[in-house]
């Protein structure tokens, strides 16, 4: 069922709805041995693991919640914005102390300043993540550094043609971002990856067994010492 290497945990499921109950028995332990803050992701991926963190008995009205990510130049009541999609999947129903996500409209010199001072303030004890079919974790794409802090990144084509779904046309999907650093994402006690799919399941081998390089953003998570990787059986085909 599951299998170690360096210091990853793989846990195998069956789809992302099993997935999603996985990762939410992590996160209510997590909650039971004192977390504080959780680093948290958007997208399809954590949509189960957020869905039974709205059905749960879990309060988090103590609790803070620091998002990887948003798109440079949405406002936060914009449909796409990650601000909405995040008031939309959890904390309209669940609402936490105090939430924060980099300002879309914010100046691209201070606004990675100032997010990284939320992050120095409130050390995350337990970051979600997602990953890029080009192995990306938050937008850091393949090449950033292992010492980057929140920045302003360039989106790839990949991942554009992965956002444009969301959008009404390709042209309106933004092309820039600010996002955690790696480094940033690193300083979590606690990381949880989740990957569903086969397109992901060379990003996931690529994480698990591969050299660690920047050209693989994601691999650098060998190195930390505390990740469970959560995939269904064909994210974890090349296992």
Do not use: C, W
């Amino acid at each position: 069922m599951n299998s170690t290497n360096s210091t990853i945990k793989v846990i195998k499921v069956k789809d992302k709805n099993e997935g999603g109950k996985k990762a939410y028995e992590l996160i209510k332990e997590a909650v039971q041995s004192g977390a504080e803050v959780f680093g948290l992701a958007t997208g399809s991926t954590p949509e189960t693991l957020y869905k039974e963190l709205r059905s749960s008995e879990l309060d988090f009205s103590d609790k803070t919640a620091i998002n990887l990510d948003e798109y440079i130049g949405l406002s936060e009541d914009h449909p796409q914005s990650y601000h909405t999609f995040m008031k939309e999947h959890l904390f309209d129903s669940k609402p936490f102390k105090q939430t924060f996500m980099p300002d879309g409209l914010g100046d691209e010199h201070t606004e990675p300043e100032n997010y990284d001072k939320i992050i120095a303030e409130h050390p995350i004890d337990v970051q979600i993540l997602g990953i890029g079919t080009n192995a990306h974790i938050g937008f850091n794409e393949p090449g950033t550094s292992f010492d980057s802090k929140t920045h302003k990144v360039s989106l790839t084509q990949e991942t554009i043609d992965a956002n444009k779904r969301y959008f009404d046309s390709e042209e309106d999907v933004p092309r820039h971002a600010f996002s955690m650093g790696i480094k940033s994402i690193m300083s979590a006690k606690k990381i949880i990856l989740m990957a569903y799919g086969e397109n992901k399941a060379e990003a996931i081998e690529r994480t698990v067994h591969g050299p660690v390089t920047e050209e693989v953003p994601s691999s650098i998570l060998q190195t930390h010492p505390d990740v469970v990787i959560i995939v269904d059986e064909e994210a974890a085909s090349q296992l």
